[in-house]
Every structure is written in C-alpha cells, then in structure tokens.
C-alpha cells in the first residue's frame, strides 16, 4: 500500500505563487507515474500534471501550462507542483495520486490518492 500526503496549500493573492508537495510512505513510489488533480467546488476532479518515474517526462493541461511545474525527488519518495503566477480559477483542493505506469490524465488509471490540499487564489 502507499499512502500520499500533500502540504504546502493555502491562501494566496493572485498572481502569487505555491509550492504543493506530496509525500508517500508505505513504499517507495520511485518506479510509479505520479499525478496532480484538482477539484473546485461544483466541479468535476480534472487533471493538471503527470511525471514519469524518472522525472523525465512531464504533461500539464493546457489550463496550468507554463505557469505550472511538476517535479519529483525519488530519494525523498515526494513529488512537488511549484505553481507560479496564479489565478482565481486555480483555487480548488488539489490531489497527487500514483499509477503504476506513467498514466499522464487518467484518472481511472491511478491507484492511490491522498487526501488533498485546499488552494485558494483571492483576486
């Protein structure tokens, strides 16, 4: 089993930036796609970024690219989303979740999820 935990939410103008981690425990996460999702009020959970286990390949919605970065540290088994420049639209609870291939968007394709982290942009 692994567990995942994400920090670093919070309240931040727009225009500002967050750095959100996700840390697993229970197994190492190191060969596992790692995804981030988020979910506004009312609104379905959409996907926002995937890596690859090597951190070699990354996929962003076209909604966060170039504002958005995805990264992982396999030793610290932790995969960061460093977001930049935000908007009143990012606010939701954002999720990380791992596959165990590099499952880029898809849900239904993601084994694990933690338990998410509230982001709110005040414009």
């Known amino acids: 089993q692994v567990q995942l935990v994400e920090s670093g939410g919070g309240l931040v103008q727009a225009g500002g930036s967050l750095r959100l981690s996700c840390a697993a425990s229970?197994?190492?996460?190191?060969?596992?796609?790692m995804g981030w999702f988020r979910q506004a009020p009312g609104k379905e959970r959409e996907f926002v970024a995937a890596?690859?286990?090597?951190?070699?390949?990354?996929y962003y919605a076209d909604s966060v690219k170039g504002r958005f970065t995805i990264s992982r540290v396999n030793a610290k088994n932790t995969v960061y989303l460093q977001m930049n420049n935000l908007k009143p639209e990012d606010t939701a609870v954002y999720y990380c979740?791992?596959?165990?291939?590099?499952?880029?968007?898809?849900?239904?394709?993601?084994?694990?999820w933690g338990q998410g982290t509230q982001v709110t942009v005040s414009s």
């Open positions: 229970g197994r190492t996460v190191s060969s596992y796609g």
């Open positions: 890596i690859n286990w090597s951190g070699s390949r990354t």
């Open positions: 979740a791992a596959a165990p291939f590099y499952a880029i968007a898809r849900t239904n394709d993601y084994d694990y």
